[in-house]
């Protein structure tokens, strides 16, 4: 059926009361440290003067946020002290009263409405865009007329009121369920449910500002884009992965513009202007982000704190991994490390030399990571440093960028299918921001130091944006998904939420598997014109045997964990590590391959070899 204007309002609204229905029956769930670590905040910063924020050591939970979330703590401590002023002192360490339980998981449902608000925005905008465009045509459904020499009229796709009503406009039809899909995505996130809502962290509304962020740029306010991305900055500096896409699509779309080719092709005049105005954009957009981080840091470069501020922000002294090691690739590393310590003295013996050489104060280690207390180290393996994570980090972001840069250079010439017009700027920035943000995220969390296993969700939610759009995009996100929500079961240790969580994350893969096949088999999607034109049966998602063989692997690994290991004394007693090992190496397969798969179609792109996904949308 097709989705009117008025019912996709509503079906998003059934979405949002449904998952704001599921967090309240989390409210009596299993709380983490974190909840301790946020209630400390919530008092240091409303019960201490401001130069006391980033000194004050009474809890080993110090504030280790940048400024503009301490504020946001501060704002949420306005509303505590009618509550239960009790946990705004604090000298009260791990008070954890009913009412303050109660304000301070109310809190992460109430500000979640960021969360919803974007999901909504860009709902719609996925929708009408569709629709806008009719769906047809080689390019799918972001193909569209570009005005070349000019830039476009404001988008129409940021309302809803462009969507057909006629029953029988199967595209019309497909582009409001893939809103709907998208709202699914983004609102049920199971990761958001299993880290905010019972684990217990504040994600959910600054993955909101992400995408509003995001929201903004696909509408064409690029420069509203940049600040919301520079406020987000400073209100979690695990964002600063993403900063240099951020600064090569400002600087194309926003700063220095081009369409139709007019800024190479045109007179010397024209030229001048377009460099003036270019320049002009550039101070503007320098003004308003040093504005944000000078209204964050101001007061404290003025109270000669930025070291200690900064010394609380990045605290290299934590180690390369945590003490649960995130599914990334210093976890097969570190595993690696482990076994050859194990095959040290049995292939010593057998070559008859110290081939391996191992160090002796590291076996033993539980884990690589000192946490607050002091840095362990690999006891054969080279040590990784944090120069090695960040040039790591560098080095695969570089094909994005370049591959940014060449493909917003393309826009206005490019077009896909025969009849089709040249993508506009605005339309490619729709097609690529997306997966070049999700894929910035992603190096982050692969390459980083001292990664959160939390942090794959900020990569998850803007490659959902993708997924409902492109088939490529879908598949990546249901193995990501999958492996990224598994890797965060093993926070939730307590045996009266294993049902819970084990709930969520099946069900959240249910629906996105039903919902992302339902929508790439759709006889209006172009992928699926494409196999009728070509005699082939339509299949969906079309998962590779690769794919599937490693999603049903995780029932094996899940049968090891909660079963096999626990009932044979042998294995707790000699591999106590045996199953958050297999956990986080097993998810890093997943992770890796879906960073390997972006990473290779963006080398293309940086090549100038660009895939159908950067100027078509189904591929």
Known sequence: MVIKHGSFGVLCLQLAVVATAVKLLLLPTYRSTDFEVHRNWLAITHSLPLSKWYV?????????????????????????AAVDPAMLRVVNLDHDSAATVAFQRGSVIVTDLVLLLAAFWLARDVAATGVASGGGGGSGIFSGPASSGSRAAPPR????????????????????????????????????????????????????????????????????????????????????????????????????????????????????????????????????????????????????????????????????????????????????????VLAAPALNRQLGWAALRVDAEAVGSANLAGGLVKVQRFAVLPQITPSITAAAV???????????????R??????????????????????????????SCLC????????????????????????????????????????????????????EEYGTKVLLVASYFAVAATALGALHGDAASPHARAARTGGKRNAGLALGWLQRAYLVGFVAVELYCSVVHERVPALRERLPFAPLMLTSVYCSLGVLGVWGDIAFEWSGEALGYPSRSSFGADT
Not at 163 to 176: E, K, M, N, T, Y
Not at 420 to 431: D, G, I, M, T
């Open 410 to 439: 393309a826009a206005g010439h490019v077009a896909v299918g025969p009849g089709a017009a040249p993508a506009s700027s605005r339309q490619h920035v729709r097609r690529v921001f997306a997966r070049a943000l999700a894929y």
């Open 444 to 495: 982050g969390f692969v390459f980083g130091w001292h990664v959160h296993e939390k942090a794959i969700i900020v990569a998850l939610l803007p490659l959902a944006v993708d997924a409902v759009c492109s088939r490529l995009a879908a598949r990546r996100f249901l193995v990501l998904s999958t492996a990224g929500h598994y890797g965060l079961l093993p926070l939730l240790f307590r045996p």
């Open 157 to 340: 796709s940021t309302s809803f009121s462009g969507l057909p009503v006629d029953s029988r406009s199967s595209a019309a039809a497909l582009a409001g369920r893939r809103g709907v899909a998208l709202f699914a995505l983004l609102a049920l996130n199971a990761g958001l449910l299993l880290v905010d809502h019972i684990h217990f962290q504040y994600n959910g509304a600054m993955m909101g500002v992400l995408l509003l962020s995001l929201a903004a740029a696909r509408t064409g306010r690029h420069l509203l884009s940049g600040v919301l991305f520079a406020v987000l900055l400073n209100m979690k500096h695990l964002f600063l992965f993403a900063a240099p896409v951020y600064f090569v699509y400002l600087l194309r779309h926003y700063c220095f513009e081009t369409t139709g080719g007019s800024s190479s092709s045109g007179s010397s005049g024209a030229q001048g202007n377009w460099a003036a105005r270019g320049l002009t954009r550039l101070a503007v957009l320098g003004a308003a982000v040093i504005a944000v981080f000078a209204a964050s840091f101001g007061p404290f470069v003025a109270l000669g704190q930025i070291p200690q501020v900064f010394g609380r922000l990045f605290p290299f002294g934590r180690g390369l991994l945590h003490a649960y090691w995130a599914a990334n690739a210093w976890a097969p590393y570190a595993a690696a490390d482990k076994l050859l």
């Open 394 to 408: 560098l080095m695969a972001l570089v094909p994005c960028l370049v591959g940014l840069w060449r493909l917003g």
């Open 56 to 80: 004050d050591a009474t809890s080993v939970w110090t504030l280790d946020y940048p400024p503009l979330f301490a504020w946001f703590e501060w704002a949420l401590s306005q509303a505590a």
